[in-house]
């Protein structure tokens, strides 16, 4: 893995970056800002980072503006949407070949990786985890452009059980989209689960890549 210095908005953005030679695939992912270890060096960005590796993508994490190395000051949302946009844009100069772009968030990155969704139609899947339904309006995300999996920590569920329930049911109805959606009994932190997380989204990549090739 090889650090690396990116432009963005406001300034170089910090990554850490696996190359993979003729892969077909790139994986972005996107770190949260409040929970415990808000940067790259989340254990959730750093699984979901590893699993996508291994499945021969290569593979970028980085930090948004203002976070350790990466220039700029922190924003509302709108100007880490603008670092997204600037990371992918890179991950494809590398990559000038790969039919299929994925990306993938945790929390506050779960929202602005589905923005940025919403917004590249070269994205064909995500994966999400601990979407933070009750700080912003996810109401964008319909209808969904592309099947995703979406995974939660049981002890916020309740918090938040209604909005998720009804956003999961409305991505659901839509044709050709597949949404998965599982309950991972942790609290936000998600300690000790960095393997069942692995897993779950490793089965995911797979089922998704082997209906890519057929279409």
Partial sequence: MSEVL??????????????????????????????FENSMDNNIVSTLFDTFYSNSFSTLKFNFRGVQKSQGALDDGTGELSDAA??????????PDVNHCWISGVSFGAWVSSQLLMRRPEIVSFINVMIPINEFDFSFLSPCPASGLILHPSKEINLEK???????KRLSNQKNIKI???IINTDI??????????????????QILITLEQN
């Fill in 86 to 95: 600037s990371a992918l844009d890179w991950l494809q100069t590398q990559n």
């Fill in 189 to 206: 932190n998600f300690k000790n689960k960095e393997k069942e997380i692995g897993k779950i989204a490793d089965g995911f990549i797979n």
């Fill in 6 to 35: 990116f432009n963005g908005p406001e300034g170089k953005l910090q990554g850490f970056y696996k190359h993979v030679e003729n892969t077909k695939n790139i994986a972005i992912i996107l770190h949260p800002r409040e929970c």
């Fill in 180 to 182: 998965i959606y599982k």
């Fill in 162 to 168: 209604q909005k998720i329930t009804n956003l999961i």
